[in-house]
């Protein structure tokens, strides 16, 4: 359960429910609340308000919390994610997604942006960009490798051109998808991207959310809408023609 939190940063208890209950099991609050209670007596855990996204409580790791993982074999990089309430949302919504990807029969792993984070801190083979998730899908023949970003704000023209700059020269995945809240963002991403050579597509939240399979992506460099199967399809037969 503390791994857990830790690898989301925040999560609510309804997600931390989901995450920790296997796929064809039905979930158990009742213990889960025993154990929060527990995690909580002993200073590992703090409990917050909960948020539009999550209205339910929301849980993060106390430095006590973060100081035990490295003892249950796992490192995380500190992000002081309850100091940063702006950010709670953004968190949470990206669990929203990832647990709709855990239903997706093409999904095989997650790697969090607390991984990714550590990696890079640890120069254990960093990718280009801390991004949101890193995550592995099954393709036709071959396991593709797909970054993720949530992106709720646009940045400036000269950071999404060094964004750019770094995806192009990002080796270790085979595309990255930005999946944004607003119709307004994906706007400024396509125009941002429209140029990219790397394959980088536009999903929305709540399609995503809802069911990644039946999502549709807008790929920029072309200018036209897809289904997210197919972006699987076309990323996959890039990779097998640079090989």
């Not at 917050?48 to 990089?77: C, F, K, N, Q």
């Not at 595309?175 to 396509?190: E, R, T």
Request: proline residues 6%.
């Amino acid at each position: 359960m503390l791994l857990q939190v830790g690898r989301s940063g925040i999560v609510s208890r309804n997600q931390l429910c989901e995450f920790l209950t296997p796929r064809d099991e039905k979930p158990n609050k009742k213990v889960l609340g025993n154990r929060l209670r527990r995690l909580e007596a002993h200073d590992l855990l703090q409990r917050l308000p909960g948020i539009r996204a999550a209205p339910d409580a929301l849980y993060v790791l106390t430095r006590a919390g973060e100081s035990y993982l490295p003892g249950a074999g796992e490192y995380l990089s500190h992000r002081g994610v309850a100091q940063h309430r702006q950010n709670w949302e953004h968190w949470i919504e990206i669990n929203h997604i990832h647990l709709a990807f855990r239903k997706a029969w093409r999904f095989i792993t997650w790697e969090y942006e607390s991984q990714i984070r550590t990696r890079s801190d640890c120069g254990d083979r960093p990718y280009q960009k801390e991004y949101d998730a890193v995550i592995t899908l099954v393709g036709q023949d071959d396991l593709l490798s797909v970054a993720l970003e949530y992106e709720r704000t646009p940045k400036s023209a000269p950071r999404y051109e060094q964004i750019r700059q770094n995806l192009e020269s990002e080796t270790q995945i085979d595309a990255c998808l930005y999946i944004v809240p607003a119709p307004q963002l994906k706007a400024a991403l396509s125009n941002a991207f429209e140029k990219a050579h790397k394959p980088i597509y536009i999903g929305s939240y709540q399609d995503f959310r809802h069911d990644p399979m039946e999502a549709k992506v807008f790929y920029p460099r072309l200018s036209y809408e897809l289904p997210f199967l197919e972006m699987l399809q076309m990323v996959e037969e890039r990779k097998r023609r640079a090989a």
